[in-house]
């Protein structure tokens, strides 16, 4: 199955591959599994600055707020 090179990486991934929410398990399905893999937020933001995002940055990058 193809997926994001990040995934083992990724901090999102990697904090919210085992959750409930369905809002998140979308994302992943749509972004890390997905087709729009290579339009990910926060792939992009790792680019422009060197560093990851907050994990709880999304692939839209928006904020998850708990
Ligand atoms: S959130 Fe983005 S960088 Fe992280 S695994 Fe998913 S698609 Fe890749």
Do not use: H, W
Not at 2 to 7: N, P
Not at 34 to 48: P, T, W
């Amino acid at each position: 199955m193809e997926e994001c090179d990040m995934l083992r990486k990724c901090g999102f991934f990697k904090k919210y591959q085992e959750t409930k929410d369905l809002a998140c398990k979308g994302f992943m399905v749509m972004y890390c599994k997905g087709s729009k893999m290579n339009d990910c937020k926060r792939k992009l933001y790792r680019q422009e600055n060197g560093k990851p995002p907050l994990d709880d940055m999304l692939p839209t990058g928006q904020i998850i707020k708990t």
